[in-house]
């Protein structure tokens, strides 16, 4: 099952703290997850950075939200305890805490403003009251959308450049992956072919300790089985053990599951894949803005 949005946990964690001790968020996240039945795998799904569980990142967030409203408090790292306050919204049994409900306290609205006042002037930035995302989900989901939107435009402008501008580029695009000893050898190793592809081979490492066999293929036309069967036959003509065969369009599924099941091992890189390695490799873009997620450091504040 999908995980519940962040909003469903702030109830329970505030009952969860309901007898008056210091709980863990650690205990707390186990209680939860048993509580809405998830599995192991629910719990294992990631952000779209792929560096934190979107589950703990929902119960975090809940943690903070009800902190923010002074319903509960945080005498150390990772640890929460109930106030008073957040006695008296229990007491009145609710079924559901939601951040409308949150809203009525002026210190989550400060927090929800940014800015201090009441008239919801500096609450643009802020996700409406029925946002079922952490600002951090928020954030990762608005940088993916923004990504994916550079990789398409940088793939289009690759395929309206001439062939000896792909040719360049994909000898480029290896040397930036640690391929290759120089761009003179891998420029003399990849030549144009004449048919808007290049094929050759290259070195695996500095040292050219072992070689990769690569053909790139700038075309639109989906790449299919016949057409690595014939690389992999070429490999084979040159006893090569390792081959990479790069798109500017996609491969069919016979042609992805082909290479699953074959010796030599061939790398598929799609035109998508291609211009992910660009953005990863700087290679055709540049920075815009970069922005830091900081977080407290809890040592600053440590009296030990």
Not at 106 to 127: I, L, N, Q, V
Not at 179 to 206: L, T
Request: proline share 5%; charged share 30%.
């Amino acid at each position: 099952m999908p995980v519940p949005d962040f909003q469903s946990f702030l109830l329970p964690v505030l009952q969860a703290a309901s007898d008056g001790e210091v709980h863990s968020l650690a205990e707390t996240r186990e209680r939860i997850a048993t509580q809405f039945g998830l599995t192991p795998e629910d719990r294992a799904e990631l952000l779209p950075s792929g560096r934190q569980a979107r589950f703990d990142n929902r119960v975090a967030w809940a943690k903070s939200y009800l902190q923010q409203a002074a319903l509960i408090t945080s005498p150390r790292r990772a640890h929460f305890a109930i106030t008073p306050r957040g006695k008296e919204l229990l007491a009145t049994k609710p079924e559901r805490l939601t951040i409308e409900i949150l809203e009525q306290y002026p210190e989550f609205k400060t927090f929800r403003d940014g800015s201090g006042d009441s008239s919801g002037a500096g609450a643009g930035a802020s996700e409406p009251a029925k946002a079922t995302e952490t600002p951090e989900e928020v954030l990762e989901l608005a940088y993916s959308r923004i990504r994916a939107d550079l990789a398409a435009d940088v793939l289009n402008r690759v395929k309206q450049a001439p062939p000896t501008f792909f040719e360049s580029l994909v000898v480029d695009l290896l040397l930036k992956m640690g391929y290759g000893r120089n761009r003179a050898e891998a420029g003399r190793a990849i030549g144009a072919s004449g048919d808007e592809g290049i094929d050759g081979i290259i070195s695996e490492d500095r040292l050219g300790l072992d070689v990769i066999y690569v053909q790139a293929k700038r075309w639109d036309n989906t790449v299919g089985r016949p057409d690595i069967q014939k690389f992999v036959g070429a490999l084979s003509g040159k006893r090569a053990r390792k081959g990479v065969f790069i798109t500017t369009s996609a491969f069919s599924a016979e042609a992805v599951d082909y290479v699953t099941r074959i010796d030599p091992r061939v790398v598929l890189i799609d035109g998508k894949q291609l211009a992910e390695y660009m953005i990863d490799h700087n290679l055709g873009v540049s920075t815009k803005s970069t922005f830091e997620l900081k977080r407290v450091d809890t040592d600053f504040f440590s009296e030990e």
